[in-house]
């Protein structure tokens, strides 16, 4: 089977200007992600805002990814429901159409006890005819203790891996101690673009990163770079995708700040399915030339004559820069020197 490993894109939808399914452009939009080096693909996640589509809606989405996608990555498909019912419907769906795994986020509106959480899981894990990774986001559902997710990992072989969006270096760090000794198969992906490397660092397989959708090429730089060892340089690029991490997600209604990245890229999404003010529609316009500006700042397209002047960090290596070998540096002065970047920025 497909690995699920590398940077996954949990996928924007393209919306037509009476908020219907733009089809065209969001095949467009897959193939341009996979043609710029994503590892994988993730629909119907919180960055595809799969709470405003309806059941239908959302295998529409799957459908059009999975045709436009044709094999050429794997597909970790967002099946998160409502309840345990209508997750297996879901699940039996997307094993239908192909897709590698699916992704299912914890009880959300009603918080549970974590027995209450790991019989959720465990009766889903019974039945699913698909590979399921647990999808950890406190912030909009039941938090995954570790005591849980461990008791899950070696209960259930379905269960494969976790998508952990708490941005807690130090719980992922607790989570692979628990489970890779008796689990290595088992995948841990992190959701929190500004700890990428960090968690990588940990031992993380990878990331399901919203930054993917307007800048791939950036993503997978900084995944590669990690791989290869170069941690000082991945440290380097980390702070800038923080800063525009940051931009999208804090100024905007989420997400519709990475629709306004996505958009520097050539792409019409449309308007976003949560009405908005006239103040928020004119706001949006300055805000969208602020994230182009930042972008920018990775000489991936133009920069608008109104940006301030800042030193451009060019994707590609630069020729100077030939020697594949590790970067001799300790990795816990680099993990130090991140998270008191990051505490200093309040994001951990």
């Known amino acids: 089977m497909a690995p699920i490993e590398g940077i996954f894109t949990p996928t924007l939808v393209p919306l037509d200007e009476r908020g219907e399914i733009q089809e065209a452009e969001l095949r467009r939009f897959i193939s341009?992600?996979?043609?710029?080096?994503?590892?994988?693909?993730?629909?119907?996640?919180?960055?595809?805002?799969?709470t405003r589509f309806t059941?239908?809606?959302?295998?529409?989405?799957?459908k059009i990814v999975v045709s436009e996608t044709?094999?050429?990555?794997?597909?970790?498909?967002?099946?998160?429901?409502?309840?345990?019912?209508?997750?297996l419907a879901a699940c039996e769906a997307y094993a239908e159409m192909g897709c590698r795994a699916v992704a299912i986020v914890s009880p959300i509106y009603y918080r549970l006890?974590?027995?209450?959480?790991?019989?959720?899981?465990?009766?889903?894990?019974?039945?699913?005819?698909?590979d399921l990774t647990l999808y950890n986001i406190p912030l909009f559902a039941t938090p995954i203790d570790v005591n849980t997710i461990t008791r899950l990992a070696m209960d259930f072989p379905r269960v494969i891996g976790i998508k952990d969006s708490s941005g807690d270096v130090a719980q992922m760090v607790r989570m692979i101690a628990a489970i890779r000794p008796s689990r290595p198969d088992f995948v841990?992906?992190?959701?929190w673009d500004c700890v990428l490397v960090p968690m990588l660092l940990a031992g993380a397989n990878g990331g399901t990163n919203a930054s993917s959708n307007a800048v791939p090429e950036v993503t997978r730089r900084l995944y590669e770079l990690c791989r290869a060892g170069k941690w000082e340089e991945a440290s380097v690029w980390q702070q800038r995708v923080l800063e525009l991490f940051d931009a999208m997600l804090q100024v905007f209604e989420f997400p519709d700040g990475f629709r306004a990245g996505a958009e520097t890229r050539g792409f019409n999404f449309g308007q976003p399915r949560i009405p908005q003010t006239a103040d928020q529609k004119q706001n949006r316009i300055k805000l969208a030339n602020m994230v182009?500006?930042?972008?920018?700042?990775?000489?991936?397209?133009?920069?608008?004559?109104?940006?301030?002047?800042?030193?451009a960090m060019s994707v590609w290596p630069r020729q100077t820069n030939t020697n594949t070998d590790a970067i001799d540096v300790d990795p816990k002065v680099l993990v130090d020197r991140i998270m008191i970047e990051l505490s200093k920025r309040g994001v951990v």
Request: neutral net charge.
């Open 292 to 311: 182009r500006c930042l972008i920018s700042d990775f000489e991936l397209i133009d920069k608008p004559a109104s940006c301030p002047v800042r030193p």
């Open 113 to 130: 006890s974590p027995d209450s959480t790991y019989a959720y899981f465990a009766e889903i894990a019974r039945n699913t005819p698909i």
């Open 70 to 87: 044709r094999g050429r990555v794997p597909i970790l498909a967002g099946a998160a429901e409502a309840n345990v019912k209508e997750t």
């Open 55 to 62: 059941v239908e809606e959302r295998r529409r989405i799957m």
């Open 32 to 50: 341009w992600l996979i043609d710029k080096g994503v590892h994988g693909l993730y629909p119907n996640g919180s960055t595809g805002e799969f």
């Open 188 to 191: 841990f992906l992190t959701g």
